[in-house]
């Protein structure tokens, strides 16, 4: 009873935390971007490229070594300019992989946008985190994990859902893999709403050192 006692008292005062709530809404687009190609990437390397069951596997694996390499090398970039600069070049990349496997005709090219979303998904997940870190007051820390865990829940099934849609009115599963673009594209203008800066002084944080903005 505590613990609910508590989170209504921090939804109660979401408005004292605009910064923190333009992150989990950006957030809430553009991991479902993730959430779509994480759960259908597979699907259209068999459907649209050919890809066998081994390769899919194998595919799958290079995909989470890539994710593991760009959390790391991204992690000092984070350090240096911020989790939102970091979201923004992860997003980046997202969308370059996204035009990438939609237009690419070739394995090869498939193989490129996996390993390029692989290193771009790592330090988006792990920016997203430390960015909500710096903006979240240190009494509150739990409960906006645990809302930022819950509510990449809440827009999980709108990917694959679209994709679905779109797959079977153009008769393409590069039309449904489109719709992960659109998710980035708002996910990424919903950033630019937040003030990292200014969420660190909502905080009360101690002021951070990076270039950020």
């Given amino acids: 009873s505590s613990a609910f006692s508590e989170m209504g008292e921090t939804v109660r005062e979401l408005g004292r935390y605009r910064m923190i709530v333009r992150l989990l809404l950006a957030r809430l687009f553009y991991n479902a971007g993730l959430v779509t190609i994480f759960a259908l990437g597979g699907i259209y390397a068999a459907g649209t490229f050919g890809f066998e069951t081994d390769e899919i596997i194998f595919f799958g694996m290079a995909l989470n070594v890539a994710a593991g390499l760009g959390a790391f090398l991204f992690g000092f970039v984070d350090d240096k300019v911020g989790g ?4 923004y070049a992860s997003l980046a990349l997202l969308c370059v992989a996204t035009l990438v496997a939609v237009f690419g005709q070739t394995k090869a090219m498939i193989w490129a946008a996996g390993i390029l979303v692989g290193l771009a998904a790592g ?31 809440l827009t999980a099934f ?6 679905g849609i779109l797959t079977t009115t153009f008769e393409s599963q590069r039309a449904g893999v ?36």
């Fill in 84 to 87: 939102k600069t970091t979201l």
């Fill in 123 to 153: 330090p988006n997940q792990s920016a997203s985190r430390t960015l909500l870190g710096r903006i979240v007051p240190a009494a509150k820390e739990t409960e906006f994990y645990g809302i930022i865990a819950v509510s990449g829940k």
């Fill in 158 to 163: 709108m990917g694959p859902l679209l994709f």
């Fill in 178 to 213: 489109a719709v992960v673009l659109v998710f980035f594209v708002i996910g990424a203008a919903l950033l630019t709403l937040v003030d990292e800066r200014e969420g660190i002084e909502l905080a009360g944080r101690p002021a951070y050192t990076g270039e950020i903005d």
